[in-house]
């Protein structure tokens, strides 16, 4: 069965930068997978920040994290992390990351494509 954990969470100041960890365990390589990295915030529906396809790696952001975000892949680690620079307070929700094995991800800052999920990791952002 496929965990992934996420991680790295906590409470920062405006303008530092965090790093989340996506994790995968059991025999589940997620390298395999497209992973999307998701956030709510309170109140709000559920947005796509980020994802790395499956296929050729190529990499999504949403605009409201774009230019100050970096996805990335340690194969080595099982593991996708999601950097954040220059982080404000409205980047401030609950950060998850979801895996999804189809062969294409059609729409991968969609959460409709994904079928597995992680527990979230909470990112403050104090001004």
């Known amino acids: 069965q496929l965990h992934l954990v996420a991680s790295g969470g906590g409470l920062v100041q405006l303008g530092e930068s965090l790093t989340l960890a996506c994790a995968g365990s059991g025999s589940y390589i997620l390298d395999d997978a497209t992973i999307g990295w998701f956030r709510q915030a309170p109140g709000k529906e559920r947005e796509g920040v980020s994802a790395i396809s499956r296929s050729d790696g190529t990499t999504y952001y949403s605009d409201s994290v774009k230019g100050r975000a970096t996805i990335s892949r340690d194969s080595a680690k099982n593991t996708v992390y999601l950097q954040i620079n220059n982080l404000k307070p409205e980047d401030t929700a609950v950060y998850s990351c979801?895996?999804?094995?189809?062969?294409?991800?059609?729409?991968?800052?969609?959460?409709?494509?994904?079928?597995?999920w992680g527990q979230g990791t909470q990112v403050t952002v104090s001004s």
């Open positions: 979801a895996a999804d094995w189809d062969l294409t991800t059609v729409a991968p800052l969609f959460d409709y494509e994904y079928d597995y």
